[in-house]
């Protein structure tokens, strides 16, 4: 089945510890990005990378950093983790066919900073 | 001006009416457009796409792209319960890498 997979779906952390996001798809899409949502905010990019050892930042990029090492994935790195952090995550991916394609989203993962 | 644009606040709309929704986009140069529908925890997924004028129908969603006048719509038609969502538009430009989202409509269908 075509997926996105993130992982974890649920995570609770402290202040200053430092997490990853992992994400992976099996669509051999070129494109993958990362997602933040927030009441009233909607969605916002935070990275994304047109293909391997490729990343660029989107519109909240500060805070976070990522990796694209393999096609398949493109994990979501906080170093250090601050409240205004706590937000819902999503992982995409999409063929790298200029803006045409559709995005396929992950089932998210609710990260909750303390 | 936002970059893209929804209507505010809820839409409720009764089983078996129409419901419309609206969005506004401010780059010009914008070329392919999409909604999504995301219920409560759960992601986007895509219910159509749209890239010309006009009108595009698939099943008992139509959108309906206006370039000149810089929206996009989406209705649905004979409402279930089950399209009780929220609905994200989406835009962007040719050979962009940045899709920008609108903050949704939530629609709820009453039965």
């Known amino acids: 089945e075509a997926q996105v997979t993130q992982n974890p779906r649920y995570l609770i952390t402290v202040t200053g510890k430092k997490l990853t996001v992992t994400c992976s798809q099996n669509?051999?899409?070129?494109?993958m990005s990362w997602y933040r949502q927030d009441p009233g905010l909607g969605l916002r990019q935070i990275y994304y990378s047109m293909n391997v050892e490729v990343t660029d930042k989107g519109d909240v990029p500060e805070g976070y950093k990522v990796s694209r090492k393999e096609k398949r994935n493109f994990p979501l790195i906080l170093e250090s983790p601050s409240p205004n952090q706590t937000s819902l995550y999503f992982c995409a991916s999409r063929l790298a066919t200029g803006g045409n394609s559709p995005l396929h989203f992950g089932n998210g993962t609710r990260l909750t900073v303390t | 001006q936002k970059e893209v644009e929804q209507n505010s606040g809820p839409l409720s709309v009764p089983e078996g009416a129409i419901a419309s929704l609206n969005c506004t986009y401010s780059?010009?140069?914008?070329?392919?457009f999409f909604w999504y529908r995301q219920y409560s925890g759960k992601s986007p997924e895509l219910i159509m796409s749209?890239?010309?004028?006009g009108d595009k129908e698939d099943g008992r969603f139509t959108a309906q792209l206006n370039k000149a006048s810089q929206y996009v719509s989406l209705l649905i038609r004979d409402s279930q319960p089950s399209d009780s969502a929220t609905y994200l538009c989406a835009v962007t430009r040719a050979g962009n890498n940045r899709l920008a989202f609108g903050k949704g409509n939530q629609v709820v269908v009453i039965p």
């Open positions: 669509m051999n899409h070129e494109y």
């Open positions: 749209i890239y010309s004028n």
């Open positions: 780059d010009r140069g914008s070329q392919s």
